[in-house]
């Protein structure tokens, strides 16, 4: 069980920025997020685009931004804990307790729900039988290159993600990229490099194909694929991979209790509290009258979330608004020279 002053609810931009806002009042914070990676909608959707109106910063990308809000918290020391969805909110006393989909307990007096759009996740075969395969011989993203290594694999997409995986994986095991159209999404060049490496002999392409069925009793022994004019291939195989973009869930945020507005959490302005004392809800997620969906806006509702988490964390200490420029105990929690 890890106890902590806040658990922040997402690792997006703002909830990244959160943790900088709890941490120079003095309090800790546990990140968690769904997606393997740290950054949300700015690394998963866009990292390699630019992005102009974040305060005095006349441009970065949304993997740039990402790694200086990092960098901005590293002097706090959170802690992420990745892949993990957070499933349940229940009381616990005077605390919160949350417990992730992998079955880690958090207890704390706050929570600051910086969930965007709510989970990232996969889309899914839709076939028979998938369900019992999934994280075995049937994955949606590859953790480990070298769990694919000299094995038999089945690529399926179009999209960046399927060319640079087959791309990859080809180099030590045998290939086959199956994608339901003959055009591939994803950049000119990595399809160019497939179709080469397919020429060579070096990766199968199969286009327009698509899944028909997956064979094998305790583990994946082949699968069918059809074409559009109806023809199936049986192709043997060790793992399949799936990559068909990702869909957002709400998810489990939708069962918590919270105040719900299409998809979004009501807050007050004045603290971005929900309708339950010590859960507050920040970027995206939030709607009141006038809502920018900003990542500048978010910015701004953690600052104040996070003074609301003091008082709640720390009942029986005075909150004092203090610049950086001057506080030295700020100073200190930064780890930055003290200004005289
Ligand atoms: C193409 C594109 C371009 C954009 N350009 C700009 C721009 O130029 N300027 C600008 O200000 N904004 C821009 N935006 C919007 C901006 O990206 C969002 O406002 C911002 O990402 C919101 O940040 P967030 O931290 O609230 O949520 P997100 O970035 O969505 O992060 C939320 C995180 O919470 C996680 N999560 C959700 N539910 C759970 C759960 N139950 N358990 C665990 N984790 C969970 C998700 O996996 C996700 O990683 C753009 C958006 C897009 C799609």
New binding site residues.
């Given amino acids: 069980m890890i106890k902590t002053d806040v658990v922040v609810?997402?690792?997006?931009?703002?909830?990244?920025f959160a943790v900088h806002q709890l941490g120079i009042i003095g309090l800790k914070a546990e990140v968690?997020?769904?997606?393997d990676k740290?950054?949300?909608?700015?690394?998963?959707?866009?990292p390699d685009?630019?992005?102009?109106?974040?305060p005095a910063i006349p441009e970065c990308t949304?993997e740039s931004l990402t790694k200086s809000l990092l960098e901005q918290i590293k002097p706090f020391k959170a802690n992420f804990h990745l892949n993990?969805?957070?499933?349940e909110v229940s009381k616990e006393k005077s605390d919160w307790k949350i417990v992730?989909?992998k079955n880690k307990i958090f207890v704390s007096p706050n929570i600051i729900?910086?969930?965007?759009?709510?989970?990232?996740e996969p889309r899914k075969f839709l076939i028979k039988g998938v369900e019992k395969f999934e994280n075995k011989s049937i994955f949606y993203s590859v953790k480990n290159k070298n769990n694919f290594k000299n094995k038999k694999v089945c690529i399926f997409g179009g999209g960046d993600s399927a060319l640079d995986w087959a791309i990859e994986l080809s180099k030590f095991s045998e290939v086959t990229l199956i994608h339901r159209r003959n055009e591939f999404r994803g950049a000119e060049h990595s399809a160019t490099v497939a179709k080469k490496l397919h020429k060579e002999g070096k990766l199968k392409i199969k286009t327009p194909f698509q899944i028909n069925s997956i064979d094998g009793e305790k583990t994946l022994d082949a699968i069918t694929i059809k074409s559009e004019d109806g023809k199936i291939e049986k192709i043997k195989t060790d793992f399949v991979l799936g990559f068909f973009g990702l869909i957002?869930?709400?998810?489990?945020?939708a069962d918590w209790g919270l105040n719900l507005e299409k998809k979004t959490i009501p807050v007050n302005t004045e603290n971005f509290q929900t309708n339950k004392k010590g859960i507050f809800a920040?970027?995206?997620?939030?709607s009141y009258p006038g809502k920018?969906?900003?990542?500048?806006?978010?910015f701004h509702e953690g600052a104040l979330a996070a003074r609301a988490c003091f008082k709640i964390a720390r009942p029986n200490e005075t909150y004092r608004f203090e610049y950086t420029t001057t506080s030295k105990s700020m100073q200190e929690r930064l780890g930055v020279k003290k200004s005289d």
């Fill in positions: 609810v997402g690792a997006g931009p703002v909830g990244l968690i997020d769904n997606l740290i950054g949300g909608q700015c690394i998963e959707l866009y685009k630019p992005i102009y109106d974040i949304g993990e969805r957070v499933q992730t989909s729900i910086a969930g965007g759009v709510g989970s990232f957002m869930k709400l998810g489990p945020i920040i970027g995206d997620i939030c920018l969906k900003l990542i500048l806006s978010g």
